[in-house]
Every structure is written in C-alpha cells, then in structure tokens.
C-alpha cells in the first residue's frame, strides 16, 4: 500500500526567508501523481501544486516549487519570499496515475507558522 | 475547476442523532469522495460515491454508520448516525474533474461536534 511521510509536524519561517517542508512516499508504481495542498483556518483544502511522476522537470508555480527525486521517494515543497498567508497546514498528497485518481493519499500535515 | 457547496458548515449534535451533510458541485462529476479529518490530523477517505450504484466504503467505515447518497452527478449526501462524540472530526468532499488531471476540489468542509 501506498504511503505518504512528513516528519515536520511543525515550521516556523520569517516573513520574506524561505522554507522548505518534507514530504517522503512510498509506491511501487512507476507512475503517479504528488501534491501538496494548503488548509488554511478556513477549512478550505486549496491546491499549491502538483507533479507528474514522468515529468524529470520539477514543477512551479510562482513562490512555490517541488524538490521531485523519484529515485529517493521524495517531494519537497520550498516557498519563497514567504507571506503571512503562507501560514497554514500544508499536506503532500499521493495518487495513483489511472484509475481513482481523486483517490488521494495524504500525510499527517506539517503546520507551518510565519513570523512577521 | 470545479466549485464546491458543503453546508453545514458546522454543527454540535447530541450524541444518538444523525447529521445528514450535503455537497452541491456546479458541474457534472463522475466521482465525489468524502474524507473526514480527525482534530490535528491527516484526511481519511471514508467512502467513493458513484452515480448510479452504491458506494465504496473504505477499511473501518461502514454503510450502516455512514450512509450515502449520490442522486445525480452534482450532487451527494453524507449521513454520520447514532453520533458518539469520537464523531467529532472535520468532514470533506471533493471531486475529480479528469481534465486537470487528477486534481481534487475540496468543500469547505463541516465541522462536526458530538456532545
């Protein structure tokens, strides 16, 4: 069975630094998709960004970009110049590629705090 | 992208009674997905819901706990039962729109509290 780990349960950055949160999985599938999905005190699970397995180019999307090591079954998430609305649960997500795809596996979340 | 209703949006319930949660999407989706979300914790898929059949419950969840509904494909309803206050969690729907590729949308969520 598929599994996702981040062993940050909690981060704190400073406004403006930047900050990388972790995230490891394990699959025995060659493709698959990751994300990462921001839950702010809102509730509202809000997509950040997301990668395709057979893509070797790691994704951006503005402040936001994946470390992808497909080899090392890892995605790491670094945001830049961070925000005050930065500050959220942040969680790494799994699917499978084909199938169930919005059949996500999630990791426990790292909650991540930026001080102004 | 697709839009998502989740109401309520919160509710505190007296144990033994059931909530019945309901999720609207503005457009048509062939699979919705309800997760509940313990206090401080990860999202657990309780159950795929199909238009037309019966729903997919997963590990530990069951259908007589948590009923639900899938009338159309905008439309699905989660019914928690007989509530105990380990019901207490955060309840999600999403959706899959296949042509994001594999993205899911996520309702705000309700908060659910047994008392």
């Known amino acids: 069975a598929q599994t996702v780990t981040q062993s940050q349960p909690e981060m704190s950055v400073q406004e403006a630094e930047t900050v990388t949160l972790s995230c490891t999985y394990d699959t025995s599938e060659s493709d698959y998709y990751l994300f990462w999905y921001k839950q702010p005190p809102s509730r509202q699970m809000i997509l950040v960004i997301r990668q395709e397995a057979y893509k070797q180019q790691n994704a951006t999307e503005n402040r936001f970009s994946v470390n992808f090591q497909k080899a090392a079954k890892s995605f790491s998430l670094k945001i830049s110049d961070s925000q005050l609305g930065d500050a959220a649960m942040y969680f790494c997500?799994?699917?499978?590629?084909?199938?169930?795809?919005?059949?996500?596996?999630f990791g426990k979340g790292t909650k991540l705090s930026v001080k102004p | 992208s697709a839009v998502i209703s989740q109401k309520p949006s919160r509710d505190i319930c007296q144990r033994g009674t059931s909530l019945t949660i309901q999720c609207q999407v503005d457009s048509q989706v062939t699979m919705m997905f309800w997760y509940r979300q313990q206090p401080g914790q990860s999202l657990t898929l309780i159950a795929t819901a199909n238009q037309g059949s019966e729903a997919t419950y997963e590990s530990g969840f069951v259908i007589d706990k948590f009923p639900i509904s899938r009338p159309n494909l905008t439309f699905s309803t989660l019914t928690v039962s007989n509530m105990s206050p380990e019901d207490s969690s955060i309840y999600l729907c999403?959706?899959?729109?296949?042509?994001?590729?594999?993205?899911?949308?996520f309702g705000q969520g309700t908060r659910l509290t047994v008392v």
């Open positions: 997500a799994y699917s499978d590629y084909g199938g169930s795809q919005g059949n996500l596996i």
């Open positions: 999403s959706v899959e729109v296949l042509r994001t590729g594999a993205e899911a949308f």
